[in-house]
Each structure stands twice: as C-alpha cells, then as structure tokens.
C-alpha cells in the first residue's frame, strides 16, 4: 500500500501538477482511497485513486485539499495509470483555524473535571482476558481486524431461577458504507465501504485511558497479522468500563392525595464496551451497553474530520443561484459535502436456544364496535415472518411496527412466548438509486431490518471480498433467496443510518453526533427483572471534598 501511494510521487508530470498548485513538494501528503467498482475498464486488475493535501501550517491537512488532482495506480504494479489534474483554478484553502489540537488554542475551561468513583472498585471482571461477568451478565469479547470487535455467547442470569439464559450468541459490525453525494468526474468514486474495504478492527486506534475512557477501565489489546504476516499488537484497542451518568433504572413516587408516603427510587449503571476506529478523516465510536434490566444499547458516534472539496468561493453570495456546489461552504474556499453513513450489524440471536422466530407487531387503528365516547383506538396483531422476503423491512412513521424474535418453544408462566425487540434509531434511508454502482454494491441498504437463516458464511453484508466487488454477493442477494426462517437459527441485520449535510460547527474538527438502537427483553423475565436491586444510601458513595477556594499557608 505504501508503494502504491508513493507511485504517483515517482512521476515527473504528478509532480509538476503539485507545483502548479503552489504546493512544495516536501509538504504533501498523498492517501489511498478505495476505487469502488463502475465498469469493465477497471476489472481484471486492482486499482487505487490517490488523492493529495498540503500539511503546510496546519496537522489537519484534510483541510487543505489539492482539488481536482488524483492519481489512479495500479495495486499490484505499482504503475500510475491515470493522472487527473482539474483543479488548478481552485485555490488551496488556507491552513488558519484548521488546526484541531489544543496546543493550537487559548484554553477556554467551560466545566471542571468529573470522574465516577469506585472505592470498591469495578464491579466486573474479565477473566482469561475475554469472558466478560458483570452484574447479570455474561458474554465473550474479542479484537477482530474486520469487525472491530465482535460480542460472543452473551447471556443474562435470571432473578427467579439463577440459571443463565442465552440471548445473543454472536454480535458485530458487518459493514459501512459512505457514499458522498458528489457525482462530478473528481469525486463520484468516493463511496466507501469501511470494513470489508480497509478493515474495521485494523483502523481501530489506541484509546486514550482519561479522555476515551473513564477510570477504572479494562482495556483489551488487539493481535493481528500485517500484510506480511508478521504479527503486530494494536494496544488498548478496547475498553470496558461502567456508566453513571445519574440516569434512573426505575422509579416511582405515590401522590400525596392517597396519603401514602412511598419514594422507590433505582440508580441505573451500564456495562459499555468501547472501540473507536479513525477511518482516515473520520472517527467512529462503537459502543455495546449492556444494562441489568437485559437490554442492549448499540450506539455509533461520528466525529473526525469532513471530507471537504476547495471551491474559488469565499462566501455564499458569490455562488449563483443556478449552480449547486454538493454541500456547504464552511470556510474560505471549503466546501463541506453531503454524504451518508450506514452501518450494518450483525445479530445472531439466540433468545433461550438456537431455534427463533421473528414476528412483526402491527400497529392499526380501529373504531370501537360497542357503544363509547370514542371514535377510535389502536390495536396489534402479529406476523410470524415464514420466509426472508417477509423479514425484510422498510421502516414507516405512520405504518408503526415492533419488531420480535421470539422462541416460539417457550413460554413465561402466564402463556407469553419469551423473546426480544428490535427498537430502531438511527433511521436514514438510502434514497440512491438501486441501480446506481455504489448502491448496487452497497444493497444491504436497501432495507433497515433483515432476517436471513444462519450461514456461516453469510457474516458481512457487503460480500466476502469488497473491494471493487459488483454487488453480486451481498445481503441483499442472499435474503433474495427466501429461505424458511420460521423457528429456525435466525440472523438478524440491523442497518443504522445518518444523513449528513455539514455545517459550519463542523468545521474544523467535528462535535460527535451518536444514534443507536436497542435489543430490549419482550416477555423475557416474569416480571421487572431488577426489581430487588436496593436503592443507594450516602454511606454506599464516597465524599468527595470541595477544594478550597482560597488556600492559606
């Protein structure tokens, strides 16, 4: 990959390009972006385009782009075959505020420092350095170089029976997609696919032990064979910690009208379980939570740095009204474009056994068929889905749906059939065309929600191999299939999404925006299942002392 980005600087005609830009040679940096896949000219080989920046002045060159100037180099030789160069009227934007670190900026202290104290220390253990015990639960936990980190076996203790119940047996990142919405000739290949194409795990960085996670953390190495095969360590890929962010697990208070003087109050502290990957300019946050009343939060932050395009344009009012520009001016001269993330999930659910079923609860509106004040209510039915086609889901506001897998070989006591929900976030659709290259390799999008028998190797959504892949193995193909998912060893795909016009508070370094979406209990327990965890008492916390205003000696 090195050489491969090098290549283009090897060449006499790349190099003039960089000078007539007004860029000195010593200050570019030059990265491999993935090529995507439009047509038969760049099959049979493997391809890379080679964008380039000017570092001068500033650590974040990603916001002084060379635009208009990419290279597009053969991988396997080495040899440049194409230099486009349509950008020398486009200035270089300016390296002044781009620069993100806080040696670059006069201190503005907003809130004093905050930690969560353990004087008895965390309240979980690792042992054998992957099995994760922490109140109720259990589950395995591991590096992987594609997946990032992927949660195994986890299973919940039951408060009646004590034994432990499976709930997932196997959970992931399948895949992303980032398509920007640019479809000018210097920018349409950028549609990423940041798992199958670059290897999640493997752009995971370490975490910082304060900052990216609290005290009291575990943190988890990760091993992986470079392109060698020479084994390398990626130190503090992982952290596993526990949040208290004064959140409430359960609560009530009896009105002072039945003279009942009851004040129930439970605190409520999560396991989380943390990666963060930089994917080039972009920072993603992965975090699994587990909560004690069995649910699982999985929620993706974004921050990092936009992908920008250098535009002549100064301000908006020197844009005409009859030319689109694919994004927003942030800055002299820097156009923040449009784009979209999607992340992809894998959920190999195995609620109370191997064999689930996956059941749509519809929401529909009805009149009342006695005599009522009221002109209308709304009720449920349920669909057991037989076949994939009837798991695959497009969500709508006004046709509201929950989404179940259920064993439907076990009951709760009272009759119920035992199971979890699906409860979306992060909702963006893909609104691309579906014959449109990108979104052709990328149709896992296509749906938020799939359900596919189990396959071993049916694990990422994007296909096998992505690179300059077709789109002709992914999940959309094998859901196509319609397979028999009734009672069977089910997976579900969940596909969260954002939608992401840049603003100006993005610039130069972004604020994180997070969605996330819940595996949450549905008839699993008998009742409430943290019921019987007790209230916190002052003599359970720490004091934590003041410090003095004024000191005297």
Request: with cysteine.
């Amino acid at each position: 990959m090195r050489a491969a980005i090098w290549a283009p600087r090897a060449q006499a005609d790349f190099n003039r390009s960089i000078i007539a830009h007004g860029v000195d040679l010593e200050d570019v940096v030059c990265l491999p972006t993935s090529s995507g896949w439009y047509g038969k000219s760049e099959e049979n080989r493997r391809v890379i385009r080679v964008p380039c920046y000017t570092k001068k002045d500033t650590a974040n060159f990603y916001m002084r782009p060379i635009e208009g100037l990419i290279a597009l180099v053969d991988l396997d030789t080495h040899r440049v075959l194409e230099i486009v160069d349509q950008g020398r009227n486009i200035p270089i934007p300016k390296a002044a505020k781009t620069d993100y670190r806080f040696s670059a900026h006069q201190q503005m202290k907003l809130v004093n420092p905050i930690s969560m104290e353990q004087p008895k220390g965390p309240s979980f253990t690792v042992e054998n350095g992957h099995l994760v015990k922490w109140a109720n639960w259990q589950f395995h936990l591991k590096p992987d170089p594609r997946a990032g980190l992927v949660i195994s076996r986890a299973m919940i203790r039951d408060p009646e029976s004590g034994e432990l119940r499976s709930v997932m047996y196997k959970g992931m990142t399948s895949e992303l997609f980032v398509p920007y919405m640019d479809p000018t000739n210097k920018w349409y290949f950028k549609s990423y696919m940041d798992a199958g194409e670059y290897g999640f795990g493997l752009q995971a960085m370490s975490l910082d032990p304060v900052n990216d996670c609290p005290r009291n953390a575990y943190f988890m190495d990760g091993v992986f064979a470079a392109s060698d095969g020479t084994p390398y360590l990626q130190s503090n890929m992982i952290c596993v910690f526990e949040s208290y962010a004064g959140d409430i697990g359960w609560r009530h208070t009896e009105s002072p009208i039945t003279k009942m003087e009851i004040r129930e109050v439970r605190p409520k502290v999560t396991l989380v379980v943390r990666m963060v990957a930089s994917v080039g300019n972009y920072d993603y946050i992965m975090d699994w939570e587990f909560q004690p009343d069995g649910l699982i939060r999985i929620k993706v932050g974004l921050s990092g740095i936009l992908m920008v395009k250098g535009t002549p344009y100064t301000t908006v009012s020197q844009v005409s009204s009859q030319e689109y520009i694919y994004g927003t001016l942030l800055s002299k001269n820097t156009i923040g474009v449009i784009h979209d993330h999607y992340i992809a999930f894998y959920l190999d659910m195995d609620i109370d056994g191997l064999d689930n079923s996956f059941v749509k609860v519809n929401w529909q509106r009805d009149s009342p068929k006695e005599l009522s004040s009221r002109k209308s209510y709304l009720k449920v039915f349920q669909n057991v889905a037989k076949t994939e086609k009837d798991a695959q889901v497009k969500l709508e506001l006004y046709n509201p749906s929950e989404f179940h897998v259920i064993n439907p070989n076990k009951k709760t006591r009272v009759g119920n059939l035992v199971g979890y929900k699906v409860v979306p976030g992060g909702t963006a659709a893909s609104l691309l065309d579906l014959d449109d290259p990108p979104q052709k390799r990328a149709a896992f999008t296509n749906n938020q929600i799939w359900v596919t028998p189990y396959n071993k190797s049916e694990q990422w959504a994007g296909g096998l191999f992505v690179y300059q892949s077709h789109g002709e193995d992914t999940l959309a193909t094998w859901s196509a299939r319609n397979r028999p998912i009734e009672n069977k060893d089910i997976v579900v795909w969940y596909r969260l999404g954002f939608h992401h016009i840049p603003c100006q508070e993005d610039f130069p370094v972004m604020p994180t925006v997070s969605s996330s979406f819940d595996l949450k209990p549905v008839n699993f327990f008998e009742n409430n299942p943290i019921l019987n965890t007790p209230p916190n008492t002052e003599t359970d916390l720490p004091m934590c002392i003041e410090a003095a205003a004024d000191v005297v000696v």
